[in-house]
């Protein structure tokens, strides 16, 4: 459906074709005629598909900017998506000089309440920082009538529900209500019943749900092998961008570490590192200076990727719908990618439950034994070293090579420059993970009860984190995928990390990277 046909005005159509939009989603298309007429809204629908726009011009249609109280009012559970909202919203408004501010946790809300006297029309923020500015006076929200509550189920998994309440008791009883979710648990169900008006539900079926770029596999393993299968899988299978997801805080953490120990080139995010850091993270994911990045669900809600072409569920997620989220990160623009669930034994219920909804069966996957990731990664060895000999001039180091010839046997100094190519020394440094709670026992009939993720604190602040995978093929007996692929260029990163072109071995040895045998145990405190 085409913008235009809508009910938008002439300048907000001016903005939408200026920002390059064409036609709009069917989110876009079925929401944004409702809020035009004032009515409430419950709208399912995942991450991507343009709900930011559905809410944003609507807001900016009825937003008097001559007027300089705070009119509208975005609620998001993470810093990174509240920052790109407020950059959408502010790229659709700024013709027409409509002013967006945007607060959050972990920035100098000193700085924010010096930004806050330039009389923002909309406000977007994270609950924890709205409530510290409606304390402070610095915020005040007698004449809003927009509220826009977005990644619902994210806020509740994330402790934020009674921050939301409280903020929600400080708005106009007259105003309209917009609540946006990814997954509609029977809390979000009941903010919508407690504080909307006869709310319209919009209900878009995610696009990954058939998507049949993504090859889905599990493997069923015990908690405690989970990261060394990983690895294994990493260095048969040759990922190029992956993605990590785990439950905890805690455990992106201790993955992380673990990744690093073993040289991976590997980074996580969660609530507790400075947001210039966090940023730093995934402007180097989304650049490709990292092959891996470990997130929980709530984290990742902040990347917007589509050369990901691998998404590792180290830990099965509670809700099947929170499946569908997190493989659509691969699979995108047409490219072909990867899913790979670790399933305990006792959490086969939750693998047949996401099964039901995609209507996918999950294919076995056998998980590949040290000797076959050694012959992977030595396979990719043998690729670096001809790239690296193809861009050396030999002759400069000839004199040398002569007499470590003549010290050494030939067969002995290529077997040494493969050792320090590969990463089969670091694969010995034994990395402990935490075990986290197991699942509870799903009830017969497929009940979506149960405990929803992670440890979750009053304070707010879930646990959260991703990480890496890598790409296999059908057949056979599903053996690590059914084949390997080749990743990056050996000289892609310029210092002593490097990834294979080709012939399907693994990611490479950081130099940096302890060699030692010693037990590698990480603990971080959750």
């Given amino acids: 459906m085409k913008f235009s046909e809508l009910g938008l005005s002439d300048n907000i159509l001016k903005a939408i074709k200026r920002n390059g939009y064409e036609e709009a989603t069917p989110i876009q298309a079925e929401t944004i005629p409702l809020v035009l007429q004032g009515k409430d809204i419950i709208g399912q629908a995942q991450t991507g598909t343009g709900k930011t726009a559905a809410f944003s011009l609507p ?61 923002p029309q909309i406000i977007v923020g994270t609950p924890g920082r709205l409530l510290d500015h409606i304390r402070r006076g610095t915020i005040k929200l007698d004449h809003v009538n927009t509220l826009v509550l977005d990644e619902a189920d994210e806020m509740l998994n994330m402790g934020f529900l009674d921050d939301i309440e409280d903020i929600i008791k400080q708005l106009p009883e007259e105003r309209q209500t917009l609540l946006f979710s990814a997954t509609m648990p029977a809390e979000i169900k009941r903010v919508g019943v407690q504080f909307m008006k006869d709310p319209q539900h919009i209900k878009i079926k995610a696009k990954e749900l058939t998507t049949d770029l993504v090859d889905q596999y599990y493997v069923k393993v015990k908690d405690f092998e989970k990261f060394d299968v ?3 899988l990493f260095d048969v299978q040759a990922p190029d961008l992956t993605l990590v997801f785990t439950r905890t805080k805690r455990r992106v953490d201790e993955i992380t570490s673990g990744l690093l120990a073993r040289g991976y080139n590997a980074a996580g995010i969660h609530g507790d590192l400075t947001q210039k850091r966090r940023m730093q993270i995934l402007n180097q994911f989304k650049s490709g200076k990292l092959d891996i990045l470990v997130a929980t669900d709530v984290a990742a809600r902040g990347i917007d990727v589509n050369d990901i072409t691998h998404v590792y569920n180290f830990d099965i997620p509670q809700d099947p719908d929170s499946y569908v989220h997190r493989i659509g990160r691969t699979g995108r623009a047409g490219r072909h990618g990867v899913s790979l669930t670790f399933v305990a034994p006792s959490e086969m219920d939750y693998m047949r439950e996401i099964e039901k909804l995609t209507k996918v069966r999950l294919l076995p996957l056998k998980p590949p034994t040290d000797d ?27 004199e040398v090579a002569e007499s470590l010839m003549e010290k050494y046997d030939a067969v002995d100094l290529v077997a040494a420059l493969l ?108």
């Fill in 372 to 398: 076959e990731a050694l012959v992977s990664q030595l396979a990719n060895a043998q690729s670096t070293v001809d790239d690296l000999i193809n861009r050396t001039d030999t002759e400069k180091y000839r």
């Fill in 59 to 119: 807001i900016l249609e009825k937003a008097d900017l001559h007027n300089s109280a705070i009119q509208a009012l975005v609620v998001s559970p993470t810093r990174e998506l509240a920052i790109q909202t407020q950059e959408e919203i502010y790229k659709l408004g700024k013709d027409e000089h409509a002013k967006v501010q945007v607060v959050y946790g972990g920035a100098d809300i000193r700085r924010q309440i010096n930004s806050l006297k330039s009389h």
């Fill in 230 to 232: 990983m690895t294994r």
């Fill in 419 to 526: 050792n320090d190519v590969t990463k089969d020394d670091t694969n010995q440094v034994p990395v402990k993970i935490t075990p986290e709670r197991p699942l509870p026992r799903r009830k017969s009939g497929g009940s979506k009860g149960g405990y929803r993720g992670g440890s979750r604190n009053r304070s707010g602040r879930s646990n959260d984190r991703r990480g890496g995978g890598s790409r296999g093929g059908r057949g056979g007996d599903h053996r690590s995928g059914g084949g390997s692929r080749g990743g990056r260029s050996s000289d892609r990163r310029g210092g002593g990390e490097h990834r294979s072109s080709n012939n399907g071995g693994g990611a490479r040895k950081s130099h940096s990277a302890s060699s030692s045998s010693r037990a590698f145990t990480i603990r971080t405190k959750d």
